[in-house]
């Protein structure tokens, strides 16, 4: 059985599926791992590091793709590497189903396995492959420090002999993972944060963290079985918005995080609530790559609106590559291990496992 990874396209995605510290994990599976030439360089891995720990490594991307029974990825592969793909062979990432649903349904007809990671099922035993969960929580950390270094004001209250600065508001929109870990970054570096979340169960979770919860009336019944978020209705958002209106004007830093699998990002922040912010202030939307929680925001661009910048950003994770990386490929690992039959040595789909049922493109 031989596992395999290319690069990504850099430009786009930074980190990798293959970490040398996994190999030797694959290899006492009985596994081979291979990546091609320069495969983690930019993230001061080199090939030596990969050969060390067993791993071979291949000139050229078409080989790696034509020699392994199993290909991880980030993201679904080039167009022309897609073709280079064989009937039996498997690959395995964030294959994102919703936008690539015709590239996904040639492979799946092709007899190629795909199986997409972000549909993984929010049960017990899927949390050491939760993709979602380890990647979300650096992109909550980051958000917090990144929009704090923007934020131009100090952020922990402090008492000095030419007077007393006030703590930082931080209002975190959307409390799951990515919004607990801003929660508890903020917390952390002496910030006063609010947190809203259509679903009632992050109450509790918010207050945990020392974060204050503003409740929406009629929030208790808006999470899905899987614990997502639902889509709201029209008088639900009537009253998010008056509530939120009045607790922007008194917000330095606002990050957003509410996001619908699948489905674009509900618009929470308008422009009217935008205009009544203070100058200064900072929102930072890690949902701009669905559209976006703020009705201004732009992707990778940081737009000014009377003073309130507005960052939209594509692909936080490109900014913590090597932690990002880290989990992520113990998380593939998991999934693999899941996957593979240790006395036949090859990939065993049993669709029974709801694991492999959800995540499997069909």
């Known amino acids: 059985m031989i596992i395999g990874s290319i690069s990504e396209n850099k430009d786009i995605e930074k980190r990798v599926a293959i970490t040398p510290e996994i190999i030797k994990k694959y290899k006492s599976l009985g596994m081979e791992v291979c990546v091609n030439k320069n495969y983690a360089d930019h993230l001061g891995y080199q090939d030596s590091d990969y050969e060390i720990e067993g791993a071979k490594i291949y000139e050229n991307k078409k080989d790696i793709i034509e020699k392994s029974n199993v290909i991880l990825q980030l993201s ?27 590239k996904l349904k040639n492979l799946v007809n092709n007899n190629i396995n795909c199986f997409s990671l972000e549909l993984l099922p929010r049960i017990t035993r899927a949390q050491s492959m939760d993709i979602l969960s380890s990647q979300a929580n650096l992109a909550g950390y980051k958000a917090i420090i990144d929009s704090f270094a923007i934020f131009e004001k100090a952020i922990p209250m402090m008492m000095t002999a030419a007077g007393t600065i006030s703590a930082a508001k931080v209002l975190v929109v959307g409390a799951g993972v990515a919004g607990l870990q801003a929660i508890a970054t903020a917390k952390r570096m002496g910030a006063i944060v609010f947190a809203t979340d259509v679903r009632m169960a992050s109450k509790e979770q918010v207050e945990s963290l020392g974060g204050k919860f503003l409740i929406v009336e009629g929030s208790e019944n808006l999470e899905t079985e899987g614990g997502y978020a639902k889509e709201v209705s029209d008088d639900f958002k009537k009253k998010q918005e008056n509530l939120l209106k009045e607790t922007l004007k008194n917000i330095d830093v606002v990050i957003c995080t509410a996001l619908i699998p699948g489905k674009k990002a509900p618009v929470i922040i308008n422009k009217n609530m935008i205009n009544e912010m203070k100058s200064g202030s900072i929102i930072y939307d890690l949902a701009a790559i669905q559209g976006g929680n703020a009705e201004l925001t732009k992707l990778n661009e940081i737009i000014n609106h009377n003073g309130v910048k507005i960052v939209g950003e594509k692909n936080i994770l490109n900014k913590l590559p090597v932690s990002s990386s880290n989990l992520y490929s113990k998380n593939v690992f998991n999934f693999v291990s899941n996957l593979y039959d240790k006395e036949k040595k090859q990939i065993t789909i049993n669709l029974e496992d709801e694991i492999v049922e959800k995540t499997m493109i069909k």
């Open 76 to 102: 679904i592969l080039e167009d022309n590497e897609l073709k280079q793909l064989k009937e039996g062979q498997t690959i395995i990432g964030t294959l994102d189903p919703y936008s690539n649903n015709e």
